[in-house]
């Protein structure tokens, strides 16, 4: 007889903000998690409290906030390890779960295609006034295209800076190569000779002097205390007037006051952001009623493929966690 399926929780089903674990696709999520594990939803368990003895994962994620898991640890006395629904943990608090002996996971790798498909998107969108031609070309008023108004920018042969040359800024430069645009970087640590020269990347130790050439500047770096804010007035000053800021990584990289002044003073031209503080932003915020901005909700690895590779990884460091063995991607306290 096959031994019973262990537990995990996952969050509630009414739940439908953008960047929930389940929103979208929940048949192909569900269907995958549960060929493996019986599931407790969170409304269950709070129907049923003391069904949380059973759980012994979690599937957690940014979007998943009316799942109040850290304050309900108590409940879950078997919780041996929460798979984080993304590649970010700046919104884990990895040091609580672990005080309770629950490892932390992420899913680095399977996500860098898509978001730094999506890092080109934004680019491509903003400098071609993407956007703008859509709701031109639909406007029910629209009989006549304006002759060459609203002119786009190149991508092509223009000069890229981007800021956090980890896996996903690498799979930008390759794309951008393609373009033949010419690529600066910013990162912790030079990358090796043979890796700059693949990508015909220059390294920049300084951040302002990327930020003074460049025509576009990609932020794919992390959140970490070190990047809170990293982009505010002075690199804002920095960056030429002609600049498009695209962000995939996370909102608050940015003072996004500094940005509005940037985007409004003429400091920068454009920016496109796939990541904001908070998500979403209230309706009424100054930068969602600017011009020169696009948006895209948190969506940047967002295609199915994608989305269960994530789950399939998380799943792969439940089933390891659960195991006692040691985590495929475990993500570990920052000192
Ligand atoms: C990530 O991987 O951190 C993305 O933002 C998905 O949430």
């Not at 599931?39 to 003895?53: A, Q, R, T, Y």
């Not at 991508?155 to 010419?182: C, H, N, W, Y």
């Amino acid at each position: 007889m096959a031994a019973p399926k262990k537990c995990v929780l996952i969050t509630s089903k009414s739940a439908s903000l953008h960047n929930d674990i389940l929103g979208g696709y929940i048949d192909d999520y569900v269907g995958l998690i549960e060929k493996q594990y019986d599931i407790l939803w969170w409304d269950d368990f709070l129907k049923n409290p003391e069904l949380g003895l059973k759980v012994e994962g979690a599937l957690i994620g940014p979007g998943v906030r009316q799942m109040r898991l850290p304050e309900n640890l108590d409940k879950f006395p078997n919780l041996k390890v929460a798979a984080n629904f993304g590649v970010g943990t700046d919104h884990v608090n990895v040091k609580l779960y672990n005080s309770r002996g629950i490892k932390i996971s992420n899913t680095p790798n399977v996500l860098n295609n898509a978001v730094a498909d999506h890092a080109m998107g934004l680019m491509l969108a903003a400098a071609r006034n993407t956007v703008e031609g859509h709701k031109m070309a639909t406007d029910p008023n629209c009989t006549k295209w304006p002759n060459d108004t609203n002119l786009g920018v190149d991508v092509s042969e223009s000069t890229l800076g981007i800021v956090g040359m980890g896996k996903i800024g690498m799979k930008v430069a390759q794309r951008a190569k393609a373009f033949d645009m010419k690529i600066l970087y910013h990162n912790r640590t030079k990358r090796s000779d043979e890796e700059e020269k693949s990508l015909s990347a220059l390294f920049c130790p300084k951040l302002h002097n990327l930020l003074a050439e460049s025509d576009f500047v990609v932020i794919t770096c992390p959140h970490t205390p070190d990047t809170d804010g990293l982009f505010g007035d002075a690199e804002f000053d920095a960056m030429k007037k002609t600049a498009i800021l695209v962000n995939v990584a996370r909102g608050k990289i940015v003072n996004q006051d500094a940005l509005v002044c940037a985007l409004t003073s003429g400091k920068i031209y454009k920016a496109a952001l796939d990541v904001t503080y908070p998500e979403p932003l209230p309706r009424d915020h100054k930068l969602l009623t600017l011009p020169n901005v696009i948006f895209t909700p948190h969506v940047a690895s967002a295609t199915l493929r994608t989305r269960l590779k994530m789950i399939s990884c998380m799943l792969e460091n439940i089933t390891a966690g659960i195991a006692g063995l040691p985590l495929p991607n475990e993500v570990h306290a920052k000192e």
